[in-house]
């Protein structure tokens, strides 16, 4: 039994809450493979006889939708973006993830708070502005960060979705087509990644192999981090 960590300050009924389960987070840009990932993970960890939860970016009840709709009108300008993101994420801490938490579960989060960071970041706001809006943030027992270098990711997203406008971050570069702009906007997003990864002690795999490497050396790391002692 442990209580929750938090980045930064917490609202103080999230404080002092005691936590049995683990939070694990897989880290990494559009189309990298994390859902891929996850899927193998869960099933892995529930023939183990662990509960699993998973719990996904702009996935809330709450602004899910609303996050969709802007991004399909594409209404949304950085701070506003990164404002419904920090409330997606609110809206699952206090309703899926530490319930899950305190439940005992293992908690899978496709993707985390880095993500606002990394993409609030290179749309233009200050570091430390999104650092200190998303510190409510309990610190994740592992953060395993998918790297993959970007002309592995151009083939592996033009092989399977193809490539929209978000991911190809088309409201940065407006005047390219939607390849280039694919390839500025998601060099940027990983160059800032690697800082993140540097700043919070990531867990970096090597994502550019095949989804059964992958999935091996995801799996070390996730049994090392749930097993490991928490007293
Ligand atoms: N290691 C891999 N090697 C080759 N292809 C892969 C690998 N991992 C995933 N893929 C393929 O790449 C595509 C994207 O994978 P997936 O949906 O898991 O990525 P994602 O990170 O969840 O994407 P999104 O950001 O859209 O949620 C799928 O077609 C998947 O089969
Ligand atoms: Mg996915």
């Not at 049995?20 to 493979?33: M, R």
């Not at 270098?149 to 971050?169: K, P, Q």
Request: glycine share 6%; proline share 3%; net charge negative.
């Amino acid at each position: 039994m442990k209580s929750l960590s938090f980045y930064g300050a917490a609202p103080a009924y999230l404080e002092n809450i005691a936590i049995e389960g683990k939070l694990i987070v897989v880290e990494g840009t559009d189309g990298v493979g994390r859902s891929t990932q996850i899927a193998d993970l869960r099933a892995w960890l529930e023939v183990q006889g662990y509960a699993v939860a998973e719990t996904g970016w702009t996935r809330s009840k709450l602004v899910g939708k609303t996050i969709d709709e802007a991004k399909s009108g594409h209404e949304l300008s950085p701070l506003t973006y990164t404002l419904l993101y920090a409330c997606d994420f609110a809206d699952r801490l206090e309703k899926e993830i530490i319930p899950a938490l305190r439940a005992g579960y293992v908690v899978l989060a496709d993707r985390y708070i880095y993500t606002a960071m990394a993409r609030s970041v290179v749309r233009g706001l200050e570091p430390a502005y999104v650092r200190s809006l998303i510190s409510f943030a309990p610190k994740p027992d592992l953060v395993v960060y998918l790297r993959v270098d970007v002309n592995t990711l151009a083939r592996r997203v033009l092989l399977s979705s193809g490539i929209n406008y978000w991911e190809a971050g088309k409201d940065r570069h407006p005047g390219l087509d939607i390849y280039d702009s694919f390839m500025a906007y998601q060099s940027q997003i990983l160059n800032e990644f690697e800082r993140i990864a540097a700043e919070f002690q990531f867990h970096v795999l090597d994502a550019s192999g095949p989804i059964e490497m992958v999935q091996s050396r995801l799996r070390e790391a996730v049994s090392r981090a749930i097993s490991a002692k928490t007293d």
